[in-house]
């Protein structure tokens, strides 16, 4: 028996057991290097838009680890690109969040996802600063450091719910006030740490539309919620595919809610 649940256990952690410590080792320079790293570049003018030498050597050791171990798994990166294509890729952010993490400010993470045939089929989410790492599999849960964990059954009024939503445009700027009226909204800039957030059931969901974010944004996480019981759909859709970034991924219970209010 003790044998039996041994080999469950190596089942479990197909890609955990050789992931996790090459974002723990990335982790360790970070760490050491949180609210005390010079900016390098700015990809955009806003303030949250910026690069640090930090994020291209992280994901160039990601790359490379994840080389050794996943000779045929291809890569593409926040930093650098690559194959988007192939039928197997690691989708990868070194650091997001990088701005709290030039400043100092713990809403900062790296994330990484498994893409098969267009789909997310394992992701990990690293807080090197806690030190706590946040991982799923395709159909065997999520995990916060071994432990099982799940998304929170709050309705709506009793929500706390984060958003990514392009306010210039009339239509989301109503539904925007009208959702602050019956939830407790807030945002952290950081989708990594808002996600793991969902998935401990801490907060009830995040809802993006017109959102300014990117695959490797979206990916990881919404998977972690999805394995934690979550429910995680594009919006006016009966499915979620991480392309198509207007989505919601929260507890099924608020999501219902949603849908009856928003005809999402």
């Known amino acids: 028996m ?12 197909m890609y955990s057991e050789k992931v996790i410590p090459i974002l723990k080792e990335a982790g360790k320079d970070l760490a050491k290097y949180f609210g005390n790293v010079a900016i390098s570049d700015k990809k955009e003018k806003m303030a949250y838009s910026v690069v640090t030498d930090l994020d291209l050597k992280t994901e160039k050791f990601i790359a490379k680890e994840l080389k050794k171990v996943y000779p045929s798994i291809d890569f593409f990166g926040e930093e650098f690109g690559g194959n988007k294509k192939s039928d197997r890729f690691w989708l990868v952010d070194p650091i997001d969040g990088t701005a709290h993490f030039v400043r100092g400010m713990p809403f900062c993470t790296t994330m990484i996802s498994l893409v098969e045939f267009g789909e997310v089929i394992f992701s990990a989410i690293y ?21 099982k964990i799940s998304v929170s059954n709050r309705s709506l009024v009793d929500s706390y719910m984060t958003f990514e939503i392009d306010l210039t445009k009339k239509e989301n700027l109503d539904i925007f006030l009208s959702l602050k009226n019956k939830s407790a909204l807030f945002k952290t800039i950081s989708c990594g740490y808002e996600y793991v957030l969902i998935a401990q059931g801490k907060i009830e969901g995040r809802i993006s539309i017109d ?16 394995e934690a019981g979550g429910a995680v759909f594009n919006l006016k859709k009966d499915s979620y595919n991480f392309k198509n970034h207007n989505h919601f991924a929260g507890n099924p219970v608020v999501y219902e809610e949603l849908k009856r209010l928003y005809k999402f």
């Not at 003790?2 to 952690?13: A, T």
């Not at 159909?139 to 071994?146: E, F, L, Q, S, V």
């Not at 959102?211 to 999805?226: C, E, I, N, Q, T």
């Open 211 to 226: 959102p300014y974010g990117h695959d490797w944004d979206y990916a990881p996480g919404s998977f972690l919620v999805k």
């Open 127 to 147: 807080d090197f600063i806690k030190g706590d790492v946040y991982y799923a599999e395709k159909g065997k849960g999520a995990r916060k450091n071994n432990e």
């Open 2 to 13: 003790i044998e039996l649940k041994y080999k469950i256990y190596i089942l479990y952690n």
